[in-house]
């Protein structure tokens, strides 16, 4: 825990009012907080102005889309995209509802089952000593040394030959043994203490039910983080090459195509950029403070 | 630990005898691997064999259709020699892992530093307002929108109403443009997970450590900075750092949908852009899995190098 430094604040007026806590740090000059806070006020803008677009787009009326001069901010907000989107979306081929399911089992399949082997694999990794221990958690970082695309003709070829293209599976399997989760997981493990579960030995319980009534409600902000990365990887798939069928095809493809349409739906388009964005931005904001205890364990150790 | 008890008992036990133990202590330990065993089979599956395939595939021809024909270097001869398009797309490839790579990384340790100053809610909307971007799935196609080629997009909109520039800039389809709005759009996006491991692994420095330094005598934050806060997020500064590299080494979506593929005389492609155009769309896999095979050794070999260079600071 963080202790407190009580500092005399009668010499320090430039301190800014939002840092007038009882805590501060020590050495900080005035000229020093005007320069970083001013270069993180216009980084902030800059960072924030494209989704602030995002979002006024999307409440715009149409004349407003194509006005000239182009505005950021919207004057007449409405909620006719949604309206158009949701009529696009009622006249699809396939009917709607039948992407949002797909998605969800594609979403849900992926992250329970990600969460499940990473968090089974972790813990041997984080509190067993056997051999190849080293050999395979090394292998683990390496893995995400590079990016998918570097396996994704074989990847195709191995599914293929497992013949679960063109099923949910072809989607699901892969991201159970995504590198990352594995990672976060057995260094957020490594730090509960060897006590937890030496005591629950001794009291003659198996690894198995040591792991998953002791070690896993103890690792929640671990696994609600794998499950909120896993979701925005999952929510952002439009099931590329590997579903063919209509019928199986995920949210995001459906929407990706309403985008697609160009200027006639620029209205709708703006609201599916809107939804895109949101899904994923609101599921973090939820489960931010989760998140961020997870990532103070992040660090490698050599 | 295996390795270990080995280096202990040196030439005291026999090759034999060292094997007995190994096989002792994989028969002791079988629940562990019984949990190992669901992640990594798929693992396996998915991730190392293919590489090994791939890098098999890099020396053969391939279409999928018929049987691959070994053909020995000739597919990176090609590309090395004849495929001018692939040294361009090399080239922006490093350009992006030189300068947006490093820029990204420094943003994310400064935003992080700043951010670490504020408190409760604030902080909470800072860190939302820098990560948002790399979480907002293709968003960024909004940036089309601000570099709409004629005078209705919203950056030519407001460089022609200060008069800075007097007619619109085709910014998309401009050569010398391309790459470097690409890159600003790429450090837009690359606030990501290494972003929050630094605000995290800020957070769990102990004070009594800058109160020590104080004492030592640490005039200012830039000096806590170097010789206290950097030092102590080591770790993370490592995480941080394959994080940032792999994700500059991969640039290829912005690319795709701001500036197209193939892109005005191919100012915006990168080597994954050129293996999507081959891999997916010239069904030449052979062709394709060489150009994978060199990206693999050349992130894991930034990686590599510059893990070896992290572990230095402070020392």
Redesign the interface.
């Known amino acids: 825990m963080?202790?407190?430094?009580i500092v005399d604040y009668s010499d320090r007026k430039w301190v800014p009012f939002?840092?007038r806590?009882k805590e501060t740090?020590?050495?900080?000059?005035k000229a020093?907080n005007g320069l970083?806070?001013g270069?993180?006020f216009i980084?902030?803008i800059?960072?924030?102005l494209?989704?602030v677009?995002?979002v006024n787009?999307a409440l715009k009326p149409l004349d407003e889309l194509?006005q000239?001069?182009?505005k950021?901010f919207v004057r007449n907000p409405t909620m006719e995209n949604f309206t158009d989107l949701f009529v696009l979306m009622s006249d699809t081929w396939v009917p709607f509802s039948r992407y949002i399911i797909n998605t969800i089992i594609i979403t849900l399949g992926g992250m329970v089952g990600h969460v499940?082997?990473?968090s089974?694999?972790a813990?041997?990794?984080a509190k067993?000593?056997?051999?190849?221990?080293?050999l395979?958690f090394n292998?683990?970082?390496?893995?995400?040394?590079?990016?998918w695309?570097?396996?994704?003709?074989?990847?195709y070829?191995?599914i293929s030959l497992m013949g679960i293209n063109n099923t949910y599976l072809a989607l699901i399997?892969?991201a159970?043994?995504f590198?990352?989760g594995?990672y976060l997981m057995k260094q957020f493990m490594e730090q509960l203490p060897d006590s937890l579960m030496e005591s629950a030995k001794i009291d003659g319980a198996?690894?198995?039910s040591i792991?998953w009534r002791i070690v896993m409600p103890n690792v929640k902000p671990a696994w609600l983080t794998l499950a909120i990365?896993q979701f925005?990887y999952m929510?952002?798939n439009t099931g590329g090459?590997f579903l063919r069928d209509e019928e199986l095809k995920p949210l995001?493809f459906a929407l990706?195509q309403i985008?697609q349409g160009g200027a006639a739906r620029a209205g709708a388009g703006a609201a599916v950029?809107f939804v895109?964005?949101a899904v994923?931005?609101t599921f973090?904001?939820v489960a931010?403070?989760n998140?961020?205890?997870?990532?103070?364990t992040?660090?490698?150790?050599? | 630990?295996?390795?270990k008890r080995k280096k202990v008992s040196g030439d005291a036990i026999t090759i034999a005898k060292m094997q007995s133990t190994?096989r002792y202590?994989?028969r002791?330990?079988r629940?562990?691997?019984v949990?190992?065993a669901?992640?990594?089979i798929?693992?396996f599956?998915?991730?190392?064999?293919?590489?090994l395939?791939?890098i098999f595939?890099s020396f053969t021809d391939f279409n999928?259709l018929e049987m691959p024909e070994f053909v020995g270097w000739k597919n990176y001869i090609k590309l090395l020699l004849e495929d001018d398009i692939f040294l361009v797309s090399l080239k922006n490839t490093l350009l992006f892992a030189v300068i947006t790579g490093p820029i990204s990384y420094m943003?994310c340790l400064?935003?992080a530093w700043?951010?670490n100053?504020?408190?409760g809610k604030?902080r909470?909307f800072?860190?939302?307002?820098?990560?948002?971007?790399s979480?907002?799935?293709?968003?960024?196609?909004?940036?089309n929108?601000?570099l709409t080629g004629d005078?209705?997009?919203?950056l030519n909109?407001l460089l022609l109403?200060y008069e800075i520039i007097n007619e619109a800039i085709l910014w998309m389809r401009t050569e010398k443009y391309i790459l470097p709005v690409l890159m600003i759009v790429q450090l837009?996006l690359s606030?990501g997970?290494g972003f929050?491991?630094f605000?995290?692994?800020l957070?769990?420095i102990?004070?009594?450590l800058?109160?020590a330094a104080?004492i030592d005598g640490?005039?200012?934050?830039?000096?806590?900075l170097w010789f206290v806060t950097l030092p102590a997020?080591?770790?993370?500064l490592?995480?941080g750092a394959?994080?940032q590299?792999?994700?500059s080494?991969?640039v290829?979506d912005i690319s795709i949908n701001l500036a197209g593929n193939p892109s005005v005389n191919y100012a915006g492609a990168t080597v994954?852009t050129h293996?999507?155009d081959y891999?997916?769309t010239r069904f030449e896999?052979g062709y394709?899995?060489a150009i994978?095979?060199i990206?693999?050794l050349l992130?894991?070999g930034t990686?590599?190098i510059v893990?070896k260079a992290l572990?230095r600071v402070g020392e």
């Not at chain 1, 292998?139 to 990016?147: A, D, K, N, Q």
Request: charged share 10%; hydrophobic share 55%; with cysteine.
């Open positions: 963080r202790k407190r430094v939002w840092m806590a740090r020590l050495n900080r000059s020093g970083l806070f270069l993180m980084c902030g800059f960072m924030a494209p989704l677009m995002v787009n194509f000239y001069p182009p950021i499940l082997c990473a089974l694999a813990y041997p990794l067993h000593r056997f051999p190849g221990r080293d395979l292998m683990v970082i390496l893995s995400m040394m590079f990016s695309t570097v396996t994704q003709i074989p990847q070829l191995i399997l892969p159970w043994s590198g990352m594995l198996g690894e198995f792991f990365f925005q929510w952002g090459t995001q990706q985008v950029t895109i964005a994923p931005i973090f904001l931010q403070s998140i961020m205890e997870t990532m103070t992040s660090g490698m150790k050599e | 630990m295996a390795n190994l202590q994989i002791k330990n629940v562990s691997y949990m190992l669901p992640y990594f798929l693992f599956l998915f991730t190392v064999l293919p590489v395939t791939s595939f999928v943003l400064l935003f700043i951010i100053e504020f408190k604030l909470a800072l860190t939302l307002i820098f990560y948002a971007p979480i907002s799935g293709n968003a960024y196609v909004v940036w929108l601000i005078r209705y997009g919203y909109g109403k837009w606030l997970t929050l491991a605000i995290a692994g957070q769990t102990d004070n009594t800058y109160e104080a640490v005039k200012n934050r830039w000096q806590e997020m080591k770790p993370q490592m995480f394959v994080m590299i792999t994700q080494f991969a290829a994954v293996l999507l891999g997916g896999m394709a899995s994978a095979t990206l693999f992130m894991v990686n590599k893990q572990r």
